[in-house]
Each structure stands twice: as C-alpha cells, then as structure tokens.
C-alpha cells in the first residue's frame, strides 16, 4: 500500500494562463521556462527539468498541494471535483522545484523532493478551472483554482 512521505502547499502566482515547476538550479535546465511554452496547448507539458501547467485563468492565485509517494498512490478522483488531469515523468537533479510565473519567472517557493537526481512519476489534477475563467475576466481571483500534484520515484 502506497505511503504518503511529505506534503507541502503553497500558492501559485498564476500569469498569461500558465506557471510552471522547474527544478531551482536552471543550469540544468536546457529550456528555461516559458520557453517552449504553447499557451492554449496541453493541461501538463513535460520538458527537460520542469513540468508546465496550463491554468484556465488568466492572471489569479491558485493554491497548490504537493505530496511525495513512496509508491505509485492511488487515483484521487475522490478527493475533488477534477475537470483536468495529467501524468508525465519529470527529472529534478537538485531534488527542488521553483514554481515559475510566464511573466514573473521564478518565484520564492520552492517545492522540496525528499531526493536528488531523482526521476519521478508525477500526476497533476486540478478543479476550479470554469469558475476561474469566469472570475478572471472581471477581477484577480484567489483560491478558485486548486491543484494536487503527487510525485512517486520512476524507478520503483
């Protein structure tokens, strides 16, 4: 049975419809984000060290859960209304994760992984994504749009 090993939240400064989680040290980043970036394109883009997120809104505060699996966990359908969902396989070499604006780059939160050069499973959900559309067109909303994103080790 699948252990849950750490959980952090954060807030995500969300610009131009998009943030992304790369990994802090950007030499090791070939494509730094937002480069390579299709606005409109996928819900989850994996690239070399970072993971792209398309958000429903343009310019707002999402909220962000990250939690750390010793294994594969289970499917999350029960924990939220989920309009969107994605897998990829992302390599972090400093086992940290800065979430980066389009606009703004990196932010001051950091996402710890419990391991360095790591390569990890992740699965992105997200809810609230029509309610943010909707209020973004009139305000800068907050706390509309939440995200869960689990990370398990590739090699397990």
Do not use: N
């Not at 400064?13 to 040290?25: P, R, T, W």
């Not at 939690?67 to 029960?78: G, R």
């Not at 360095?116 to 992740?122: A, N, P």
């Amino acid at each position: 049975m699948a252990e849950l090993i750490r959980q952090q939240d954060a807030d995500v400064e969300v610009d131009f419809c998009g943030f992304a989680l790369q990994d802090v040290d950007d030499t090791l980043v070939p494509l730094e984000f937002p480069e390579g970036r299709e606005p409109g394109g996928a819900f989850l883009t994996a690239h070399e060290a970072r993971l792209d997120i398309e958000s429903a809104g343009h310019t707002h505060t999402a909220t962000l859960a990250a939690e750390v699996w010793d294994t594969e966990p289970p499917v999350a359908d029960d924990r939220g209304d989920w309009e969107e969902r994605g897998e990829a396989v992302l390599h972090c070499p400093s086992g940290e994760l800065a979430l980066w604006g389009v606009t703004s780059g990196p932010r001051e939160t950091y996402l710890q992984l419990p391991e360095k050069d790591v390569t990890w499973q992740v699965r992105v959900y997200c809810e609230g994504r029509q309610e943010v559309q909707r209020l973004a067109q009139e305000g800068v909303p907050e706390g509309i749009e939440h995200y869960l994103v689990q990370f398990w080790s590739a090699s397990k």
